[in-house]
């Protein structure tokens, strides 16, 4: 394999060209430059699923490899957007804090629950009555710093066209575009995959997710704090409060009941003042059974899938795009959680 055509340029398909790019391979992106979901996400990178406080998916493999990824393209971009991120989970019921209790103790956790003995020291300004716990090794990703950087280096090199996929201009028996041959095309195209007709059994799920930006001279800005949605300080006493996960909702517009309900989150955690300063909306690519989308097609041979990244897209595009890559080029099997194949019955 010499030369990759890669539909989609945001966390996926840019992580995948970068990944492609280290192997020696000729690759070329088409994006048409309206990112509806790694420029809003919030790029926090976060082992944990709160609600019975398990270890998200592979998170033992995901976390070291996306810190070392990151830190390793801020030198290559020559731009700062990674930075270290202390999250506080306020429990939401005795329940939630048992399991916590538990799970602090076990060696799949160690890295990522710090041991608490009294989880009732109180947090000034927050409403903790079930108290609190800080996980450790989250960070979080600027994204709209990141894939800007990660555009204009893509630019740079000459792999970028900021155009819209024409599908009448490929010709799929031939793996040809606009009459250039390709060995491969890899179709990373979040939501929209359901514009594209080679992977609808895939069944990529519309999910809209609203943010709130914020002001307070109030709040900490060294940690994150957690219930039922997330407070992220960004610096200079502004956050980003989240999120909403509104499911077939394929518009892109911000609501005002998105706005209520991300009130209601911060007002479950703390009476400090703050001023709004804007609603933004995304859409995240999320399958029904919570897993990414990556393999090539069962009949369509050179044509490749990578998607599905979700809520945690962020954590999962560095790894998952190096096994992509490893599968496009040296034919290494892919997770079995993850193949496009699941869908094919």
């Known amino acids: 394999m010499k030369k990759v055509l890669i539909v989609g340029g945001g966390i996926a398909g840019g992580s995948l060209a970068l990944q492609l790019m280290d192997k020696g391979i000729d690759v070329t992106i088409l994006d048409r430059g309206e990112n509806h979901s790694s420029v809003i996400a919030t790029g926090m990178v976060n082992p944990m699923v709160f609600r019975r ?7 033992q493999e995901f976390i070291p490899y996306a810190r070392r990824f990151y830190s390793g393209l801020e030198k290559k971009f020559e731009a700062s957007f990674l930075a270290d991120l202390k999250i506080r989970r306020f429990f939401s019921s005795e329940q939630e804090r048992g399991y916590w209790q538990t799970k602090q103790h076990e060696d799949l956790y160690k890295d990522f629950l710090t041991v608490h003995e009294d989880f009732n020291i109180p947090i000034p300004n927050a409403k ?5 716990g800080v996980v450790k090794s989250a960070f979080w990703i ?9 555009h204009d280096y893509l630019r740079l090199k000459d792999v970028l066209k900021i155009e819209t996929f024409k599908g009448h201009l490929f010709n799929q028996k031939k793996l040809e575009y606009e009459d250039i041959k390709y060995d491969a095309v890899a179709f990373c195209c979040g939501s929209n995959n359901d514009k594209i007709p080679f992977f609808k059994a895939a069944k990529i799920q519309y999910n809209r997710g609203q943010i709130l930006d914020i002001h307070s001279e109030e709040l900490p800005e060294k940690e994150s704090w957690n219930r039922k949605g997330f407070i992220l300080p960004i610096g200079s006493n502004k956050f980003k409060l989240g999120a909403t996960y509104e499911w077939n909702e394929p518009e892109l517009n911000t609501t005002k009941e998105a706005r209520d309900k991300l009130e209601l989150v911060i007002n479950s955690i703390t009476d400090l003042s703050y001023s709004v300063l804007g609603q933004k909306v995304g859409m995240r690519p999320t399958v029904s059974d919570r897993r990414p989308v990556l393999g090539m097609h069962p009949e369509h041979k050179g044509l490749f899938i990578f998607n599905g990244l979700g809520t945690k897209g962020y954590m999962l595009a560095p ?6 890559a490893e599968y496009m080029v040296n034919g290494k099997p892919l997770h079995p959680e993850v193949e496009y194949t699941r869908f094919i019955k």
Do not use: D, I, P, V
Request: glycine share 4%; net charge neutral.
């Open 142 to 150: 600027r994204s709209e710093k990141f894939m800007t950087s990660l």
């Open 53 to 59: 406080m398990n270890l998200s998916w592979r998170a």
């Open 128 to 132: 903790s009555e079930f108290g609190s």
């Open 319 to 324: 790894l998952l795009s190096f096994e992509m």
